[in-house]
C-alpha cells in the first residue's frame, strides 16, 4: 500500500496479463463517490485530464494506463514511480542547496511547459504533487485540480482565462488570483512553482508566518505578495531574482506569462549551465512546431466547476468506457468499501 486516506487507496498492482509490470492503482470506494458530489468531481477532473494529457506523454508527467471498475469501485491505473515524493524528501533531508534544486526545478518546469503548451492548468503544485524515481527523476502528479482552457472557436489566438468556481489547490501555495476568484491562466501555476523553489531552498512556503498559521491570515499575506528571503540560507542573486520574477502579483507580468513561458523560465541566469534546462529550451520549441494542443480531442465532460455533471451523471461519466477489474494486488490488501 502507498498511502490511504478516508476516500481512496492508492496502492502497487499488476495487470493480469503483465506480471513483471507495477502500477499505482488509484482505488476509490463507489459508496464515496455517490456520496460526495465534489470529491466525484475532482476524480473526474483527475481522469479527464490523464486521458487527455495520454495522448502526449512526457517524461516528467506521471504515465496513465486506464481506468478500471468492478461492482464496489473505480480505480485509476498510473505509473507506479518508487522513489517517493519531494515532500517526504524535504521531511527527512531538510532545505535543498542550490545545486540540488537545478535540476528537479528544470524538471518541474519542463512538465509544467508541457502542461501549458496542451491549455492545461494544474493547480495544485506543490512538494506532495512531485513523485521521485529511484533514478532521480522528477514527475508531476495528481491532477483532480486540473483544469484545461478553451481555444476561441474561430482565430489561432490564446485561450482566454477561466473562471473557477471556488478556491482550488492548497492555500500555501495558491496564486493571489486563485484566492481573490479572478480569471485564472496558466500563470497560477507560475506562481505555484515560485512557492515551490522557495521551499525547497528554505523547508517553508515564502508566505508561512509560525506566529501566525491560521489560514485567513495566510491568503492575506499572499493578496499583498510581500515576502522576504531568510538570511541564514545566503541564496544567491539569482536564485532570489528568479523567485521574485514568479511571485509577482499580476499574473500577466510574471515571468513565463505568455505563449513561450516555458523557455522563458528556463533561459533565467540562474539556469545558466544546467543541461536539463537546455535541454527543455529545445524541446519546448520542438513541441510547440509539431503539436496543436486545440487538436486534442474532447471527452464528453469538461474540466471546469461550472460544466461539471452533478449528481448521478459524475458516477456515469467516471464509470463510461472503464474496463473490467484485473488487477492484481503485489501486496495483501483488502479495498475498503
Not at 474561430?154 to 482550488?168: A, I, K, R, S, T
Not at 522557495?198 to 499575506?221: A, C, H, K, N
Request: charged letters at 20%.
Amino acid at each position: 500500500m502507498l498511502s490511504e486516506n478516508t476516500s481512496s487507496t492508492v496502492f502497487v498492482a499488476s495487470p493480469a496479463d503483465a506480471d513483471d509490470a507495477r502500477w499505482a492503482l488509484k482505488a476509490v470506494s463507489r459508496v464515496a463517490i455517490n456520496s460526495d458530489e465534489c470529491f466525484g468531481q475532482r476524480l473526474l477532473r483527475e481522469r479527464c485530464a490523464h486521458e487527455q494529457l495520454s495522448q502526449q506523454t512526457h517524461p516528467n508527467i506521471v504515465k496513465y494506463f486506464g481506468c478500471y471498475c468492478d461492482a464496489h469501485h473505480f480505480c485509476l491505473a498510473m505509473e507506479y514511480v518508487d522513489g517517493g515524493d519531494l515532500f517526504t524528501k524535504l521531511e527527512s533531508t531538510g532545505p535543498m542547496s542550490e545545486a540540488s534544486v537545478k535540476r528537479p526545478a528544470a524538471e518541474i518546469c519542463a512538465a509544467l511547459g508541457h502542461l501549458h503548451l496542451l491549455d492545461f492548468i494544474h493547480l495544485d503544485l506543490k512538494p506532495d504533487n512531485v513523485v521521485i524515481t529511484t533514478q532521480g527523476q522528477h514527475k508531476l502528479a495528481d491532477f483532480g485540480s486540473c483544469v484545461r482552457l478553451r481555444r476561441p472557436v474561430e482565430g489561432d489566438g490564446p485561450p482566454p482565462p477561466v473562471h473557477l468556481g471556488d478556491l482550488v489547490g492548497t492555500p500555501e501555495f495558491m496564486a493571489p488570483e486563485v484566492v481573490l476568484k479572478q480569471p485564472v491562466w496558466t500563470s497560477a501555476d507560475l506562481w505555484s512553482y515560485g512557492c515551490l523553489l522557495f521551499e525547497m531552498l528554505t523547508g517553508v512556503s515564502p508566505f508561512f508566518d509560525d506566529q501566525d498559521t491560521d489560514i485567513l491570515p495566510l491568503l492575506r499575506r499572499i493578496c499583498r505578495g510581500t515576502f522576504m528571503f531568510p538570511f541564514e540560507f545566503h541564496l544567491s542573486d539569482a536564485i532570489c531574482d528568479l523567485i521574485r520574477s514568479l511571485l509577482t502579483r499580476n499574473p500577466s507580468l510574471r515571468l513565463g506569462a505568455h505563449p513561450h513561458g516555458k523557455s522563458a523560465v528556463a533561459g533565467h541566469a540562474w539556469f545558466a549551465g544546467v543541461p536539463a534546462a537546455g535541454a527543455l529550451q529545445e524541446a519546448g520549441g520542438n513541441t510547440q512546431e509539431n503539436s496543436e494542443a486545440h487538436d486534442l480531442p474532447d471527452l464528453s465532460y469538461a474540466l471546469v466547476d461550472a460544466e461539471m455533471p452533478a449528481g448521478q451523471e459524475v458516477t456515469a461519466s467516471l464509470l463510461a468506457l472503464s474496463q473490467p477489474f484485473t488487477m492484481v494486488p503485489t501486496q495483501a490488501f483488502a479495498l475498503a468499501c
